[in-house]
């Protein structure tokens, strides 16, 4: 049976990409087939075969399947900045019905685990109509009722940030499946204490506590990691 999981995280920059990859490797450890995505990266570099964002290619190595770089990466933009603006720049729009299209693809291929990275936080904005804001990425994961990761930067101001996103994760009505500590510096001030703090107040498991590293070599992180609150949920 196929498990899919949105993986969030509590901000743009707390790892979410190095965090999915380590569950891939993983998961792929326990000798279970593993698939990705990513349907939409801005901060893409124009190649001979299109755009190409390095996030992207790093889930496409990580994972089991060989897929298509365009089922892997469907919206790719170029400018390294929020995916609306960057959308709006290029002329594009950020379709929330033709990404669950490809996710449901990349579901149905015959994965053990599936995984699908959001981009920046939680309420990331996909498209303005009018001046307002129309659809944003969190709705991704409430068309595809999947639960969600969060992937926690272990730095100030993570605990309100990580209860934050786990209110509105709640609030759209999906289950938190689990959740990693990330650390995405050296030297937090009292790290001990703020980890015990979110695995108090979190209402879902910890899957791993990632130390610093300056080669977040995904690789090396998947050894830390804890499957089992994810591969035996029913």
Known sequence: MTRSYFVAGTDTEVGK?????????????????????????????????GLRNADALLLQEAMT????YQQVNPFALEPAI?????????????????MAGVCRGVMSAGADLVLIEGAGGWRTPL???????RTFLSQLPQELNTPVILVVGMQLGCINHALLT?????????PLAGWVANFVREGMARADENLATLKALLPAPLL????F?????????AHLLDLNPLTNSP
Not at 166 to 174: K, M
Not at 213 to 221: F, H, I, T, V
Request: aromatic residues 4%; glycine residues 8%; proline residues 6%.
């Open 82 to 98: 929020a995916p609306h603006i960057a959308a709006m720049e290029a002329g594009k729009q950020l379709n929330l019905q033709r």
């Open 166 to 174: 786990a209110e509105a994760i709640r609030r759209d009505g999906l």
């Open 213 to 221: 590293d300056e080669q977040a070599d995904y690789r090396r992180a």
């Open 17 to 49: 990409t190095y965090v999915t990859a380590a569950l891939l490797a993983s998961a792929a450890n326990a000798k279970l087939k593993t698939a990705a995505v990513k349907p939409v990266a801005s901060g893409c570099e124009n190649t001979a075969e």
């Open 127 to 133: 498209d303005f109509v009018g001046g307002r804001p």
């Open 208 to 211: 791993g506590t990632l130390p």
């Open 65 to 68: 399947l060989e897929l298509p």
